[in-house]
């Protein structure tokens, strides 16, 4: 399996961020980089695969940014994974039990080999574990993980960024 590029946690970073932002409010992409720290340059990138994607959509003008493009409870992690690195099979099976010195005639191999049959059945288990997961209920455990320090400090960034108290859906446990 490839190594999945940081791309991808910064997206979705940038995407919880968003979907826990005041609906109505957008932010630029030089705020939402300044955020975590993170490269102007490289986020627009990946700002414009998300949009692309449909997950998260452009507000012109000089008061626009970006914001969430559908509900938070319709974007999982793996749309926001194959919208960053692709939906291509990780996985290629190059039949390679095909070569050498015990290799029989194209015939022989009707059936994957067991090698090929596990790699598949592991990403189809990855792909569908990230597809259960969408930012909604990520979000929802997020004063637990971050801690309510960090939590509040969130909300008052999003509130100074956007003029608008956020009205989040977040546990407070």
């Known amino acids: ?3 999945m590029s940081e791309g991808v946690e910064w997206a979705i970073h940038l995407c919880m961020l968003l979907a826990i932002a005041p609906p109505e409010s957008s932010i630029s992409s030089k705020r939402l980089a300044s955020f975590h ?9 990946h700002l414009q695969a998300l949009s692309s994607a449909g997950i998260v ?5 000089r008061s626009g940014g970006y914001r969430l ?4 409870e319709s974007i999982s992690f793996l749309d926001i994974v194959d919208a960053i690195e692709s939906d ?16 029989q005639g194209p015939g022989a191999y009707s059936l994957p080999c067991e090698i090929a049959a596990t790699m598949w059945a592991a990403e189809r288990a990855w ?7 969408n930012l909604y209920t990520a979000t929802e455990g997020l004063t637990a993980i971050a801690g309510p320090a960090q939590h ?22």
Do not use: N
């Open 1 to 3: 399996m490839a190594k």
């Open 57 to 61: 959509e452009a507000l012109p003008g």
């Open 88 to 103: 291509e099979a990780w996985f290629r099976c190059g039949e390679i039990r095909q070569c050498g010195p015990s290799a």
């Open 127 to 133: 792909r569908d574990h990230l597809a259960s997961v």
């Open 69 to 72: 493009a559908r509900d938070a």
């Open 152 to 173: 509040t400090a969130t909300l008052q960034w999003l509130g100074d960024e956007t003029g608008i108290s956020p009205q989040v859906r977040v546990s407070d446990t």
């Open 37 to 45: 720290e993170l490269p102007a340059a490289y986020l627009a990138k």
